[in-house]
């Protein structure tokens, strides 16, 4: 007997995310969260499918952080559940993954699998031939390699690895919680409880160094209230660069929470007022603004498909 699956419904939410993009360019957002909608089904239209093939290829930059995020989860995963692990093996493991993300890139199998357990193999560089001399594909390896090193032989890790298991609150999962009736998206890196206190950490794998309080992190002190039920006071914030090796505390308290709720609110409110219909999170295309800034185009995804990308180009 065959049974009929319900269809997915694209219904809306908010992330910190999702608010770079519709503050970077509306186009490439209405392309992320609407037009892509639907393109993992290989029967769907040609440019749809496309669009969503476009949504999930990642720069070199963002692929970096991508991968180091997930072996300091494969690390700390193992770790938990009591296995003993060197960092020679977890080099190596790196990069043979590294490899395995490049060569199925350039071989473009993401066209005909985008997505694979929500892991990302395509690069911007490969959809767009982009030029890389090999000499910064190999510090882009290296890179990545000094990130979880870095990590490995951290006071943090020392740290993290002296509190009890039983106390590790969350890793690496993508979690929701309710702001007026909207749906916020959060991906904590990782968290701990260590006497009543909430400890939060962020991982950074970029060369520039970010010491303020963002609206990511407040976020983040939003959902340990609601989740953990604890007080901003509580709330402790530390965000790891492992290319550095610094890290850097960001203080949680209740104005930092009340002004991270005015800027969801006020974003929430001008992404809503776009729609086509509000209940039914029904977008049309030419109601969202193309960008017509050259570096943010150049860099942007959906170039392929947004005629904003041809204007730009023919002024030149």
């Known amino acids: 007997m065959c049974v009929d699956m319900p269809d997915l419904e694209n219904s809306f939410s908010w992330s910190k995310s999702r608010d770079d993009i519709f503050r970077s360019c509306r186009r490439r957002y209405f392309f992320n969260y609407y037009g892509s909608w639907g393109g993992w089904d290989p029967s769907v ?39 003993e692990v060197d960092l020679y093996s977890l080099l190596g493991n790196l990069r043979r993954t590294m490899r395995q993300d490049f060569e199925r890139s350039e071989n473009g199998n993401y066209t005909r699998y985008p997505k694979i357990d929500g892991r990302t193999y395509g690069l911007f560089e490969h959809e767009y031939n982009v030029f890389i001399p090999n000499r910064e594909w190999g510090q882009i390896f290296e890179r990545a390699e000094m990130c979880l090193t870095n990590f490995f032989n951290s006071d943090t890790f020392r740290y993290i690895k002296s509190i009890g298991t039983e106390n590790w ?34 991982w950074k794998t970029g060369k520039v160094r970010d010491v303020e309080m963002d609206i990511q992190l407040a976020c983040y002190g939003l959902y ?14 530390k965000r790891y660069n492992l290319y ?17 709720e005015s800027y969801m609110r006020k974003s929430i409110s001008s992404m809503k ?3 086509y219909d509000k209940d039914k999170n029904i977008a049309i295309e030419d109601d969202f603004e193309m960008c017509s800034d050259e570096k943010i185009c150049r860099d942007c995804n959906f170039k392929k498909v947004c005629p904003g990308w041809g204007l730009i180009q023919g002024s030149l």
């Open 244 to 260: 550095l090796d610094i890290v850097d505390n960001c203080e949680i308290n209740d104005n930092v929470l009340q002004e991270a």
């Open 224 to 237: 340990a209230q609601e989740k953990w039920g604890v007080p901003a006071q509580k709330i402790f914030c």
């Open 169 to 202: 609150l969350q890793m690496e999962r993508l979690q929701t919680f309710d702001f007026e009736g909207t749906p916020v998206y959060v991906k904590i890196d990782f968290a701990l409880e260590n006497n009543g206190d909430i400890f939060i950490f962020d």
């Open 273 to 275: 007022e776009l729609l």
């Open 45 to 83: 239209d040609r440019r749809t499918r496309q669009i969503y093939i476009l949504k999930n290829i990642s720069s070199r930059h963002i692929w970096i952080g991508s991968i180091v995020h997930e072996f300091v989860q494969q690390l700390l995963d193992k770790i938990r559940y009591g296995y």
